[in-house]
């Protein structure tokens, strides 16, 4: 044991000792000096790494929460966000000290490649037949009335006529195919690049979303992780879908790309937030977040106007740092994330926030390192 180690254990026991027995600390030193013995027993248990970029976070969101109980008096008590995105980001944490990533991500790539099929089947049976459609139940979410068969969220017009992509369980394709392509960077991963029917069945759900992010994400994952061979059967297969892919990139450009309604809906919240928040660099806070969000149109859908919106710039560079950890360990998910969170403001959920956790966690992240010829037999 090194002296450095020694001493502060030594420290350590003494700081317990006098706050268990002297009758002159005052009852806020007392609980300052018990908080640090914990701080630095949980330190001394885990990964100081991991936990160095949690504590990050933990004041970040100590700085919200500050504001939010200002806020509360003003707005009341009008959003859950304010707890729900922190316990979120500590549940990833909680998951990546818990499970090793080959366990976790061999079971969650099982889950979801039933999922898929199940969706799979259910999507070509209602593009078949739309007028099955009808008989679906209902459901709302963010005002919107859609149709579900569970497995399956079928999103329709205001006609009552689905829009024709696929979002499976999801709210939307956008998310939906993240979970689809993380599954399938997976499968290659631990298949050696080799592509199986499974994985086929992955590709044809991404195609099936239309989402822009997606498919430019599959093509990545495929062009890092796929075989020699099976990236040559892909190409082929690409000369001979040459009009499909072509009727493709036409949609993608006249309803999701550049000059679009679709991208000015998304755009102007962007540079609304971007704006509000060059006057609130510190951020705002959950609470006056979710009661002026819709009066000012800064309800982005990406990640990081909505990070430095809530959590002030200070919360960007904390998520900044997560990201170019998990870039570091692994290119192709590290993109992956970064392209979800362009689109989706999720970079708390633990499916997310868990690969931030074990990109520090080297005997964990060794698992994901780099590109899958690095990886042993």
Not at 114 to 128: D, E
Not at 279 to 293: D, E, F, H, Q, W
Request: charged residues 10%; hydrophobic residues 50%; aromatic residues 16%.
């Amino acid at each position: 044991m090194s002296f450095d180690c020694e001493f502060k254990d030594k420290l350590l026991i003494f700081i317990l000792i006098i706050i268990s027995a002297s009758p002159i600390l005052p009852n806020g030193v007392r609980l300052f000096l018990l908080v640090l013995v914990i701080s630095f027993l949980i330190l001394k248990l885990i990964n100081k790494k991991v936990t160095s970029l949690l504590l990050l976070f933990v004041g970040v969101f100590t700085i919200s929460l500050t504001q939010d109980a200002y806020y509360i008096t003003e707005y009341g008590f009008n959003t859950g966000s304010l707890i729900y995105i922190p316990l979120s980001l500590f549940s990833g944490y909680l998951v990546a000290q818990s499970y090793h990533p080959t366990y976790f991500l061999n079971i969650y790539e099982k889950i979801v490649s039933v999922l898929c099929i199940l969706a799979l089947v259910l999507y070509a049976v209602f593009m078949s037949f739309p007028q099955l459609i009808v008989i679906l139940p209902d459901y709302s979410y963010y005002n919107m009335n859609n149709k579900t068969a569970y497995f399956l969220n079928v999103l329709t017009s205001e006609s009552g006529k689905s829009i024709g992509r696929n979002s499976g369980f999801a709210s939307e394709p956008g998310l939906y195919q993240f979970f689809i392509n993380l599954a399938l960077w997976w499968r290659l991963r631990r298949n050696k690049g080799a592509i199986d029917l499974i994985s086929w069945v992955y590709v044809a759900t991404i195609v099936t979303t239309n989402s822009t992010v997606g498919i430019l994400c599959l093509l990545l994952i495929l062009f890092i992780n796929s075989s020699r061979s099976t990236f040559f059967l892909i190409i082929i297969l690409s000369i001979v879908s040459f009009p499909l892919l072509v009727s493709t990139y036409e949609y993608q450009l006249q309803n999701k790309l550049m000059g679009s309604d679709a991208f000015r809906s998304r755009l102007e919240p962007f540079i609304n937030a971007i704006n509000y928040s060059l006057v609130n660099l510190a951020g705002i806070g959950s609470v006056k977040y979710s009661a002026i969000y819709e009066a000012l149109n800064i309800g982005g859908w990406d990640s990081f106007s909505q990070t430095i919106l809530r959590y002030g710039y200070q919360g960007f560079i904390v998520l900044s740092i997560a990201l170019a950890s998990v870039v570091r360990m692994n290119l192709a998910i590290g993109i992956v994330i970064i392209a979800l969170l362009c689109a989706q403001n999720l970079w708390f959920v633990s499916v997310v926030s868990v690969f931030y956790f074990w990109a520090l966690d080297w005997n964990k992240s060794k698992a994901l390192y780099g590109a899958i010829q690095k990886e042993s037999t």
